[in-house]
C-alpha cells in the first residue's frame, strides 16, 4: 500500500502519519528528511521525535538520494516531500533532474516495504510570485505530488487535525 | 460553466485535460475572440491582474465573458492562504480574485478544487 498525505503547515500531518503507519503495524522505518542546520530545525526535530517516541520506530536520516537508503521494513513512514525536494535542489551536489531522482527513490523504498506513507506539503497557495528557484522549487514539490498521488492507493489532505480522503 | 482552483503546479490543468476531455487550455492572455470560444482558459488570476493593470473592470470583463461562452472551464490558482500583501496593489488583486472566484463559484454548475492533481467536486 502507498499512501500520501498532505496539508497546509502545522495541520497534523506527522500525527496522521505516524497513526496510519502504526495502523499498518510491523517493522516500522522512519525515514527523516530534515537536515539539523540550525537550532530551529533541531527544535523541530526534537518534537517530532518526542511524538515518534515509544511508537517502534526505527530512524534512518536521509538528506540525499532516497536510493541510499538500504534499510528494508514492512511499513516505512518518509517525511516528508518538501525537505527531500530541497535537499536535492539546493546542496551542491544536487540531483540534475530532481523530480525524476524521486520517483526513482519512490521505487527504490517500494521495492523495500510492505507499505510506504508519504507525508508532503502544500506550500503554493498564497498568491506570492517568487525568485525562480523558489518558483522551480514549488513546481518541483507539485509535480512529485502529482506523480505520487497517481500511484497511491489513497490520498488524504489533513485539515486542522482532520483527514479528508481525496482518494 | 465549470470553476476549477488550487495551489500553483497542483495538477490543474493536467486534470481538465484529463477528466473533462478538453484538448485545448487558452491561456489568459489570449484574444478574447478566442476565450468567447475555448472549451477552458487557465489561471483566471493571472487574467484579473491584466485587466486591473490595464485600468478596465474585471468582474465586469469575466461576467461578458460567461455571458459570451457560458460552457468554459475556468481554472485559477488559489492565492489566498498566504499573509495580506504589503503592497496596495496586491491587495486589492487578492481581494479582487477572491470575489470573482466566489461569484464563479456561486454560478458554476460545477465547482472543483484539485489538490495533488485530483479533482474534489466541491460543487
Not at chain 1, 500500500?1 to 502504526?22: Q, R
Not at chain 2, 492562504?81 to 477572491?98: C, H, I, L, S, T
Request: glycine letters at 10%; a negative charge.
Amino acid at each position: 500500500m502507498l499512501v500520501l498525505i498532505t496539508g497546509g503547515s502545522g495541520s497534523g500531518k506527522s500525527e496522521f502519519a505516524e497513526k496510519t503507519a502504526a495502523d499498518f503495524g510491523g517493522d516500522m522505518l522512519y525515514i527523516a528528511t530534515m537536515k539539523p542546520q540550525d537550532a530551529e530545525c533541531v527544535k523541530r526535530i526534537e518534537r517530532h521525535r518526542k511524538m515518534r517516541e515509544g511508537k517502534g520506530f526505527r530512524t534512518v536520516e536521509c538528506y540525499g538520494s532516497l536510493s541510499d537508503v538500504m534499510q528494508t521494513a514492512d511499513t516505512v513512514l518518509l517525511e516528508c516531500v518538501s525537505n527531500l525536494t530541497a535537499n536535492l535542489m539546493f546542496s551542491p551536489n544536487g540531483a540534475y533532474d530532481t523530480v525524476s531522482e524521486i520517483m526513482r527513490g519512490m521505487a527504490h523504498l517500494l521495492d523495500r516495504c510492505g507499505n510506504l506513507v508519504v507525508v508532503t506539503n502544500e506550500i503554493s497557495s498564497d498568491g506570492i510570485e517568487y525568485d525562480d528557484g523558489t518558483e522551480q522549487y514549488m513546481k518541483n514539490i507539485g509535480a512529485v505530488n502529482c506523480k505520487i498521488a497517481k500511484m497511491a492507493d489513497a490520498v488524504y489532505e489533513v485539515v486542522y487535525k482532520t483527514a479528508v480522503r481525496l482518494k | 460553466m465549470i470553476f476549477v482552483f488550487g495551489g500553483r503546479y497542483s495538477g490543474k490543468g493536467e486534470y481538465v485535460m484529463r477528466e473533462m476531455n478538453v484538448s485545448e487550455i487558452a491561456g489568459y492572455d489570449a484574444e478574447y475572440d478566442r476565450l468567447k470560444t475555448a472549451q477552458a482558459v487557465r489561471d483566471l488570476h493571472l487574467l484579473i491582474k491584466k485587466i486591473m493593470l490595464d485600468g478596465g473592470d474585471p468582474m465586469a470583463h469575466i461576467q461578458r465573458l460567461i455571458a459570451d461562452n457560458p460552457d468554459i472551464i475556468i481554472i485559477s490558482d488559489e492565492i489566498g492562504y498566504g499573509v495580506v500583501p504589503v503592497n496596495k496593489f496586491d491587495r486589492e488583486w487578492r481581494e479582487a480574485v477572491g470575489r470573482i472566484s466566489c461569484y464563479l463559484a456561486e454560478k458554476a454548475e460545477n465547482v472543483i478544487r484539485v489538490v495533488c492533481g485530483i479533482g474534489n467536486k466541491i460543487k
